[in-house]
């Protein structure tokens, strides 16, 4: 009868990609090394979950901030566009005024430069409020 000769603990090794650490023969943990280990395992875990509910929170909260700067400078374009029609009808105004002046007047430049100057500071002084108004708006 033929005996049965146990298999070799060789194996054939098969083309490796890269060379790999031979294992090393582990000592068992003790059982407080093994409890440790295992908090540690999940405080990282908690750590990870954190930090991606961070990262969505600051994701959340950046396209937040973004609605809401459009929505502002949506408001604010609407109240440039005001600003500006107002504007424009205080020229238009003056343009008229400076044509009745200069008819109804005649000769009297004098007079006519008094109206022109008060109708020109008045539109000055309210283009220089809006442009203060749209920088703070802006600064803020």
Same mark, same amino acid.
């Given at each position: 009868?033929?005996?049965? $000769?146990?298999?070799?603990?060789?194996?054939?090794?098969?083309?490796?990609?890269?060379? *790999?650490?031979?294992?090393?023969?582990?000592?068992?943990?003790?059982? /407080?090394?093994?409890?440790?280990?295992? !908090?540690?395992?999940?405080?990282?875990?908690?750590?990870?979950?954190? =930090?991606?509910?961070?990262?969505?929170?600051?994701?959340? +909260?950046?396209?937040?901030? /973004?609605?809401?700067?459009?929505?502002? =400078?949506?408001?604010? *374009?609407?109240?440039?566009?005001?600003?500006?029609?107002?504007?424009?009808?205080?020229?238009?105004?003056?343009?008229?005024?400076?044509?009745?002046?200069?008819? +109804?007047?005649? !000769?009297?430049?004098? !007079?006519?430069?008094?109206?022109?100057?008060?109708?020109?500071?008045?539109? $000055?002084?309210?283009?220089? +409020?809006?442009?203060? *108004?749209? *920088?703070?708006?802006?600064?803020?």
């Amino acid at each position: 009868m033929a005996t049965m $000769r146990p298999k070799s603990k060789t194996r054939k090794k098969a083309p490796a990609k890269r060379a *790999r650490p031979a294992k090393r023969s582990r000592r068992p943990m003790p059982r /407080e090394v093994r409890a440790a280990y295992g !908090e540690i395992r999940q405080g990282v875990q908690h750590l990870d979950r954190s =930090i991606a509910d961070l990262r969505q929170g600051l994701r959340r +909260a950046e396209t937040k901030i /973004e609605a809401d700067a459009r929505k502002r =400078i949506k408001a604010l *374009r609407a109240e440039a566009r005001t600003q500006m029609q107002a504007l424009q009808v205080r020229q238009r105004e003056a343009a008229r005024s400076l044509d009745r002046l200069g008819v +109804a007047a005649g !000769e009297s430049w004098k !007079e006519i430069k008094r109206s022109a100057d008060s109708i020109l500071s008045d539109a $000055r002084r309210t283009a220089v +409020a809006v442009g203060r *108004r749209f *920088r703070q708006a802006l600064k803020a």
